[in-house]
């Protein structure tokens, strides 16, 4: 047979579309943009001017814009690109190197650095024989807005207080700070006169502390004295990072408010308090951060003039983020909540996506210490139930859930992480909860507790809870473990009832310190019938010997009334979130009534 003649050979397509160098224009005339628009001549006529298309190709005429519409591109503007500008901020450094060769880092040391001079902080002295040298390092992190927008590069100079040396380098270390309940308390009265509400950050906070005890420290990595490099740090002032800086920062700052007339509250000494005819001013101190608010505008703008004029303090405005927690106004109150913490925790745990639950614990028994085998990383469960801890500052849906998984913190295991998982998704659903403070009299003290008996399955000890109300605000609450075993439900139920009976006391005595004081007992409700009587009448047999002082200190409230213990039905016992898990419907009925609550969102039961 004959072989296939050879096929032949298809030739390529020529390339068309390629990127060339415009031509050199031609001498002559150019076209004008009329005939340019019009289109291209047919044939070798468009592309004459420039080099010979490949066999096939279609000429196409340049663009030209000639319409008459103004844009921004016609009068030379530009606008940067979205794509390529960086919105990420720097990544915090590992090192003070790499945090020198960044820009924005540099500048935050810079900053620092002036600050500690400019404050005379040290004197650069020999190293002493003998003497204790505390080394220090830089510390980095990102500031952000209440939105979670990035505020400013921080960088700080902080020494490594484990090296310093009890008795030599330091002595007393204690340094109060203000309680939750306070805070609340102030909010609600500040409301409930429409006072002005501001907040100051007081720049370098520990520097302006004055150290009694005599403590040498190195020089900052990055920023030593050519001239005297082997010179040690004699400290003039207090750093970040000593054991003692706190109480070296609280005890200047008290000192100076008590020479220009306040007075440091007994019952929480991290108030104080400035009292002059009808003029008021409340301040709060956290460590560095500061709420002032005053009778009326003019003494608030005198008093932060005051501050300014002896520290370095910057004026914050209106109060809208203090200690994490974001404070927006809302219906004429305040809505606290602590949404991008929450997120913060959610990221850490990587349960972003998770799925949300209704409620934050079941109805099932509790935890036993013993179920389960262990978790396989402690130190991350204990990282997590610690940053919960805190949540439930404005979150008090929460307390008995979280209170549940902090029993397990020293061997926590597989039920008790699934626990913590549920608080989590929990969360997930309800990020943008917060508590609602609204303007109310805060003429009444109202008191709600509860116990849940012997419902520890591992020493049947009994959990007590309690939520105290001033006015139609939430500002105190708890879930406890009680530190023995009841012998009966009336003795747990009783316990509960003194420990609302203190807590309630406590709050009469710190409105009294404000100058509000209460002019109606405290109503203390209980679900048990056999706690109410016990408080009013004197009757001991042989159930009650036992609880003979939390008897006494409860009867001695109500005999000079102080105090009213009455009962309620189960069904408006609100203190019963803080004692056990309830099913969804009641569980999110008694949330409504604490003031829990999503944004606009009107809460059951208004003022």
């Not at 109480?247 to 408010?257: E, G, I, K, V």
């Not at 879930?479 to 006391?505: I, L, P, W």
């Not at 009013?536 to 000079?560: C, G, M, S, Y």
Request: net charge positive; proline share 8%; charged share 20%.
């Amino acid at each position: 047979s004959a072989t296939p003649a050879p096929r032949a050979l298809v030739p390529p397509l020529p390339h068309v579309y390629a990127r060339r160098p415009r031509p050199p224009a031609a001498t002559g005339s150019a076209p004008s943009p009329s005939s340019a628009a019009a289109g291209p001549a047919p044939g070798p006529s468009c592309a004459a001017a420039g080099p010979p298309l490949p066999k096939g190709a279609v000429p196409v005429a340049p663009v030209v814009n000639n319409h008459s519409m103004a844009t921004r591109g016609k009068h030379g503007f530009r606008q940067p690109s979205l794509l390529h500008a960086s919105t990420t901020p720097s990544p915090i450094p590992k090192t003070y190197r790499s945090a020198l060769a960044d820009p924005n880092w540099r500048a935050a040391m810079e900053e620092e650095f002036s600050a500690l001079m400019s404050n005379n902080t040290w004197d650069l002295v020999p190293r002493p024989p003998g003497a204790n040298i505390v080394t220090g390092k830089w510390i980095f992190r990102h500031k952000y807005h209440a939105d979670g927008s990035l505020d400013r590069y921080k960088a700080r100079w902080v020494l490594r207080g484990f090296t310093q040396r009890p008795g030599v380098d330091y002595d007393e270390t204690f340094s109060p700070v203000v309680k939750p309940a306070t805070v609340r308390t102030v909010l609600s009265l500040a409301l409930s006169q429409q006072w002005p509400v501001h907040q100051l950050d007081v720049k370098n906070a520990f520097l302006h502390g004055t150290l009694s005890e005599t403590v040498y420290c190195s020089q900052p990595t990055g920023f030593l004295d050519t001239t005297r490099p082997d010179h040690v740090c004699k400290l003039n002032r207090s750093l970040y990072g000593l054991k003692q800086a706190p109480r070296a920062w609280y005890s200047r700052f008290a000192t100076f408010l008590l020479s220009i007339g306040f007075v440091e509250a007994k019952s929480d000494t991290s108030l104080f308090i400035y009292r002059h005819g009808h003029d008021t001013v409340y301040l709060l101190l956290y460590v560095d951060d500061i709420v002032l608010t005053a009778s009326n505008p003019a003494l608030l703008q005198r008093t932060i003039t005051a501050l300014q004029q002896e520290f370095s303090m910057k004026d914050l405005g209106e109060l809208h983020h203090f200690l994490g927690i974001a404070v927006q106004r809302r219906s004429g109150g305040l809505f606290l909540s602590q949404r991008q913490y929450t997120l913060d925790i959610l990221e850490r745990a990587n349960m972003t996506q998770c799925k949300p639950c209704s409620t934050p614990v079941d109805t099932q028994t509790k935890l036993s210490a013993t179920d389960g085998n262990p978790v396989t990383d402690a130190t991350d469960y204990r990282s997590l139930v610690g940053a919960l801890q805190y949540l439930t500052f404005t979150r008090p849906d929460i307390s008995y859930a979280v209170q549940q998984v902090c029993l397990h913190m020293h061997a926590p295991r597989e039920p008790h992480l699934s626990a913590v998982k549920r608080i989590l998704r929990y969360l997930r659903g309800t990020l943008d909860h917060g508590l609602l403070l609204r303007p109310s009299s805060p003429s009444e003290l109202v008191v709600y507790t509860d116990a849940d008996w012997a419902g520890c399955p591992d020493t049947r000890k009994s959990t007590s809870g309690f939520a105290v109300f001033l006015g139609c605000n939430l500002v105190s609450w708890s879930s406890k473990r009680q530190t023995t075993v009841s012998r009966s439900s009336a003795e747990a139920e009783y316990r509960a009832v003194a420990n609302g009976v203190a807590e309630a006391c406590w709050l009469r005595q710190l409105l009294l310190e404000l100058h509000c004081p209460l002019t109606r007992s405290t109503l203390v409700y209980c679900d048990n019938v056999s706690a109410v009587y016990l408080s009013t009448n004197p009757v001991q047999h042989q159930r009650t010997k036992h609880v003979e002082i939390d008897l006494h200190f409860v009867r001695e409230r109500v005999a000079v009334g102080d105090v009213r213990v009455l009962h309620v039905p189960t069904t408006s016992q609100f203190a019963d979130i803080f004692t056990k898990g309830l099913p969804t419907s009641v569980f999110t009925e008694f949330r409504t009534s604490l003031n829990i609550c999503a944004p606009e969102v009107q809460t059951a039961g208004g003022c």
